[in-house]
């Protein structure tokens, strides 16, 4: 019995974790904030996960400061082992998905409906621009959460192979990629299972950024890497139980309603 419970312990403290994922990383954001954030997580050795945009055409996002330094501060990221994650490619939305993407999201997409074609020449530029930027990208995230198989198809052609969204409480395989799930709207610690945040740094102030910080210092030796991620083992049948359970009930909501 000791052992039983030994083992589920163990079990528990290495399936759960949280995964910091910012979005919205572009030459034009709320700089004051990131910095904030940077020396916050050097201090705790957090080693998060940004999604950079290549392209960003974005009206809203371009009223925030230019920082001319941009690609090169992405690259002192990734050399402190920072994950530098592929954010979509202008941030610009033309399509409705009329909540037939794959996970149900709903609204506009930069990705969904886009021919094959085009949403393969739109992830091969953007990954070209990384490399002429010497910097090394193996995942991916699309704006407002909107895929269509097509654009599961051309990443998996361009060589991604990790999406870092969708459901559950533990990572998981489908159509031969890797999803990390992102569940919620807000920074929340489950007792059990791994998930990424989604953090808009653009729409903080100073209230939320002290917020942020306590929830940090409280639950940082919980935040993992997404290498720690990578190095755990293939769902197990219950893992997958609990995530179709996950899957099926937020798309039915979703499809009812769109939640935040």
Partial sequence: KLNMFSDLKNYIKKNTGLLIRLDDISENMEWKYMDKCEILFDKLNIKPLLGVI???????LLNYPRNQNFWNRVKSWQRKGWEITMHGYSHLYDHQTKKKDIFNYGGESE???????????????????????DISVRS??????????????????????IVIDGYGLF??????????????YREIILPFGIQSTQIHLNYW??????????FINKYYKKIIELDYILSLKESNFFEKTIN???????????????IY
């Fill in 244 to 258: 179709l359970s996950v899957e099926k009930t937020l798309k039915t909501l979703r499809v009812i309603k769109r």
């Fill in 54 to 60: 290549p392209f960003n055409k974005d009206p809203e």
């Fill in 111 to 133: 990705f969904y409906g886009v021919s094959y074609e085009n949403q393969k020449k739109k992830i091969d530029h953007g990954l070209e621009k990384f490399k002429e930027k």
């Fill in 171 to 184: 990572p998981y395989r489908k159509y031969d990629l890797l999803f990390v799930p992102q569940l919620f």
């Fill in 140 to 161: 991916f995230f699309a704006p407002n959460h909107t895929y269509d198989l097509n654009t599961l198809k051309a990443l998996k052609s361009s060589g991604i192979k």
């Fill in 205 to 214: 102030d100073d209230k939320y950024f002290l917020k942020f910080e306590k």
